[in-house]
């Protein structure tokens, strides 16, 4: 992807984020069923870095359940992390930082070879460009122990006729079809306003091309959520 392409879907998003903290704040009040799965999976004793925290909801859900360990949560929006922290109450070991996955150094920021668990649930279908991507992926697994997890879910909204519809031309934001990749897409917002952001489809081959070229291997595929149960493609890597 060009960079100037990849500059412009990145501002996209940063303005639409900007834009619509807290009405997206607003429709983000419970976990998903598929992030549900994954709490039932952990212990509380281990670490976790939260990728795309958004509202804090995951983290005040650990809170909650007791979470023992470190629990770090990570957002690019600088109100969506304050609606975070104000709604967490302080506990040691609880933190969160205002970072840009599609920045350079963002991983710079957190300790090396740390997390026991990373989870990025709805955010990397946000990061534009495949090559970008990859870098994402491979900051993650050096934050990772050996052996770590790193769980995500990304968008699946093409398996929904209704959300499917909200697909937006290209030419809205003045570029052509041609100048981005397969699984690209432009969708609108009705909450609050009218807004567009990007959104990457992934499909299973570049998941697990993705998987191996940044040092993981994958556990478990899956998907989830919606009323259909298939808004959503999970997946369980291992740091190899």
């Known amino acids: 992807m060009d960079e100037k392409i990849k500059d ?3 501002d996209l998003n940063r303005t639409f984020y900007q834009t619509f903290a807290q009405q997206f704040s607003a429709t983000r ?6 992030v549900v799965g994954i709490l039932e999976q952990l212990s509380g004793q281990e670490s976790i870095l939260d990728l795309g925290c958004g509202n804090g ?5 650990f809170f909650k359940r007791g979470h023992q360990h470190v629990y770090t949560g990570l957002d690019s929006n600088p109100e969506l992390v304050k609606i975070a922290m104000t709604s967490l109450p302080q506990k040691e070991g609880f933190s969160f930082l205002v970072a840009d996955l599609t920045s350079t150094t963002w991983d710079s920021l957190l300790p090396r070879d740390q997390y026991d668990y990373v989870l990025a649930f709805a955010v990397l279908h946000h990061v534009p460009g495949y090559q970008l991507r990859l870098d994402t992926l491979k900051k993650i697994a050096g934050l990772t122990r050996s052996g770590a997890r790193f769980i995500h879910s990304n968008w699946q909204f093409l398996n929904s006729p209704r959300l499917k519809a909200r697909i937006q031309p290209w030419e809205s934001i003045g570029i052509s079809e041609k100048f981005v990749e397969e699984g690209d897409y432009l969708v609108d917002w009705r909450s609050g306003g009218q807004g567009l952001r990007y959104v990457h489809v992934f499909n299973s081959v570049e998941l697990e091309s993705l998987a191996a070229e940044s040092g993981f291997r994958i556990l478990d595929s899956y998907h989830s959520d919606g009323k259909s149960g298939d808004l959503a493609i999970y997946q369980i890597w291992q740091r190899v």
């Open 8 to 10: 412009l879907l990145i």
């Open 29 to 34: 009040h419970r976990l998903q069923p598929g």
């Open 57 to 61: 909801l995951l983290g005040q859900t």
